[in-house]
């Protein structure tokens, strides 16, 4: 960090110099232009026109990685906000590295195979941040999460195992949104330009973002879980009675309310909902003490299913509670109706 002396040029006109390091390292030059942003809290973001430019390209070299780490590379690179991506080998690319680019593509939204050769494949994301807002892509995943505990609980009611595998579908849904909204926020770190592209003032939110995506693709894990006892029980149900089941359902309601209400807290920046929120979790935990200790006497291997269904739905609560903090850290950060900043 260094200080730089503010000059007048004429009446009305402040100026200060680049750093020359910085200059280079950018290649800014006399004449080019430069965009200053005003970032929140007094600071001015300089962006250089070459961080405008979204034809960023990497090569991956598959040689000197097996098909699976290829497969992450490229996940990795499409996070990293790679436009273009090519796969190449020094002789010729053999069948398992050309699967892993194709199931890679399979994985990632807006991405696709635009010319293959036996030595190269090369692959190209359409995705247009600006036909995106982090809200509502956080939005969209907490929706798919609780459509897949919907279904999951379901079919236990109701001994379904096509329910169950509609559940484990919308995983994949889920993870594609998921490391679209890592791609987009990766791409707003580092060109600030897009921040507002994505639906930020500026960049101070995306840390939490960035905790937040992960907290609802870890929730989607958790339905995945209730869909996997589904399938793995006996009748595909888990054999209660019908208070016991009602209960469940009743729990998988409250639990739903609460991951509503703590992705609503993030997106309006509500410290108010973040209150509600902690309400929430309190009952819902009472909740949970509740059925434990009223559950009838059953054999162990069906309490122990009944013990992981609850368990997922209480994990699945607290991960809510990690979004509605992280609400309250954004909220607290602005101006509002509970805090006053100066």
């Known amino acids: 960090m260094e200080s730089r002396k503010v000059q007048r040029l004429g009446p009305s006109t402040l100026a200060m110099t680049l750093p020359a390091q910085w200059a280079r390292s950018q290649n800014v030059e006399k004449g080019d232009e430069v965009t200053v942003r005003e970032s929140g809290k007094g600071t001015l973001t300089v962006t250089p026109a070459s961080a405008s430019d979204d034809e960023s390209e990497a090569t991956i070299h598959a040689e000197t990685f097996d098909a699976a780490a290829v497969e992450r590379a490229i996940v990795g690179q499409y996070v990293l906000g790679r436009r273009v991506i090519h796969v190449t080998d020094e002789d010729t690319l053999d069948s398992d590295h050309i699967n892993a680019v194709y199931k890679a593509e ?32 956080l939005q969209r995943l ?29 995983e994949r849904q889920a993870n594609k949104i998921f490391v679209l909204l890592l791609r987009l926020i990766f791409t707003a770190y580092e060109n600030p330009n897009l921040a507002r592209a994505v639906g930020l003032d500026d960049g101070f939110s995306l840390i939490g973002y960035r905790s937040v995506a992960k907290n609802l693709e870890l929730t989607a894990d958790n339905a995945e879980d209730i869909a996997e006892i589904v399938l793995e029980s006996d009748g595909h149900t888990l054999d209660v009675d019908n208070a016991t089941m009602r209960q469940i359902r ?93």
Do not use: W
């Open 250 to 342: 009743e729990f998988t309601d409250e639990v739903d309310e609460l991951t509503r209400l703590a992705v609503e807290a993030v997106v309006e920046r509500d410290y108010a909902k973040h209150v509600q929120c902690r309400e929430r979790f309190a009952q819902v935990a009472d909740l949970e003490t509740e059925m434990l200790e009223a559950l009838p006497e059953m054999e162990n291997l069906r309490l122990l299913r009944v013990r992981d269904v609850l368990v997922s739905l209480q994990q699945i609560a607290e991960l809510a509670m990690r979004n509605a903090e992280i609400a309250a850290n954004l909220a607290l950060n602005e101006q509002s109706a509970h805090t006053t900043l100066e």
């Open 106 to 137: 399979t994985q990632l939204m807006g991405l696709g195979v635009v010319e293959e050769t036996p030595e190269r494949i090369t692959i190209r994301c359409s995705v247009d941040p600006e036909d995106f807002t982090l809200d509502n892509l």
């Open 142 to 170: 907490e929706n798919t999460g609780s459509t897949m505990r919907g279904e999951a609980v379901k079919a236990l009611a109701h001994g379904n195992p096509d329910l169950a595998e509609r559940a484990l579908n919308r």
